[in-house]
């Protein structure tokens, strides 16, 4: 059995280019004792992974050159030498960025049951669904009523975080930047406002008009003149989670942070940076929970599907251009 | 009786000049019922007044342009109205800035009876040792053992934070400029490292050969270089103290905020602003634990006297152009 995968040869500097990223196959061994094989159906990008293209060990282990690259994938077992899975068992495991895997089953989890697609596992009930309940309940202790705002707000994390702060009860401010994803925001009753043509002082000034009394709580998905907006309009007591600064994730060299931090000592906020590996402990509760909802169609999560194991590297920088409404999906 | 007091009649501009600061006098009433009367005996200036200058409410009221200024002072009853206070008492209280002060008893405590100089209530086991203890116990949860770093470690509060956290175990690292200051941390037991001629870059290195293993804590008292150096320097799971950021109190504009606040994604860092009036309920616990460790001369307090009311302007520039060594008062 041959698999085909993506690696890289080299570390990018700024934003990778299409070309950076080689297509490759290689001859599967035969299964070892415990392993299974798996054809991956959805694969997922999502931005973390550019930190672990540059080489180094930030908090999680860099990608090696010329390996395969590694992800997230839902896929069907269709050998298995480990009694944990049968031939036809869907699964979720790491193993992405192929069309074939094979792992050792340890390393390999049955989806859950619920009545959703089996690309949800990857989004709404996978890691961005989590990370956005974990991000606005345990880091930013979000209390009902709290005023909320989220950048990114139609991202795969940032759209769960509006939907799960709006269920809460207080003022929901989602920053976007397209018309259509504008739109979704204010269907889904949250205030959005558009980064575009704005710089750190106009979008403060559309915070402040869309929100008055500040925000207790600011989910952070982006960095730069979100952040410095951000800042300008918390409340005193905030408490700012940070998911992730995608907006300096290709940065060749560091840009300078917000002039305004100094707003954390006035406004006796907090701000603290998680990754939600080290949360996991609630997913099951949070799948559990969450699971019925999304079946229910109580919550709507958004998904940008590309097609083919060959457009996966435009699925992933797409991620930084903007390019996808929710999470962003591969399809085999 | 008449009360000679400083104000200002605008609101400053960067550093503030010494021709700012205005030394009047008025006249004093007949006390009313519940009022008292008292000699003040030292005088304290602190970096956060400097913020009370702006004319707009921060975490604190602003000073009133033409009234007198105000802040903390110690001094004896001369004359009481109060059935709390008799002639004669030693007691704390906020009418700073002038010899005599006519205040409600409600106002004014009177001083503990440690075997402690009075001024002593003023810094170490005054709003400066109770931030120390506040910023390292509460906002950064110190543990037995952490490795802890201060910037401005000789300075009111900083060279008492260093004192608290060295008590506790793990590697302690301050950040201070002149040699004296730095002989002084060094003979606690305390690693000096200088910020003079230092970029952030190389303070950070500095910092890297100091404590290679990183900081469980940083207690921030200056933000700029300080920060951004301590940023790159944090272990998994460090906590930010954010007390005071003087590197800024006198900027005109906004500058620049460190430009590798990704750091706190990285290492999941959680970064507080705090004003230690929020939890001035651990003062009383705080004076009464730590008064006998001052009085038996465990703790080492530093003080930089300036003589005279008319040295009241000079002793509060003198903050921000690093004049002090611990705190710094004006005894009348």
Known sequence: MQSRYFTINEHP?????RELFQLEALELPALADGEVLIRNSWLSVDPYMRGRMDGVTTYIEPFTLGEPLDGAAVGEVIESRSARFNAGDKVRHMGGWRDIAQLPAEQVEPLPEFDVPEQAYLGVLGMPGTTAWVGLNVIADMQDGDNVLVSAASGAVGSLAVQLAKAKGGTVVGIAGDQHKLDWLESKGIKAVSYKGKNARELSAALKEACPEGFDVYYENVGGDCLEAALDNL???????????????????????PGNLAMLLIRRARMQGFIVFDHWEHHVDFVNEFGPRVASGEIDYQETVMNGLESLPDAFLGLFSGGNQGKMLVKL
Chains 1, 2 share one sequence.
């Open 13 to 17: 500097q700024g934003l990778p280019t």
């Open 235 to 257: 409340r005193v007591g905030a408490r700012i989670a940070v998911c992730g600064m995608i907006a300096r994730y290709n940065d060749d060299a560091p840009a300078a942070g």
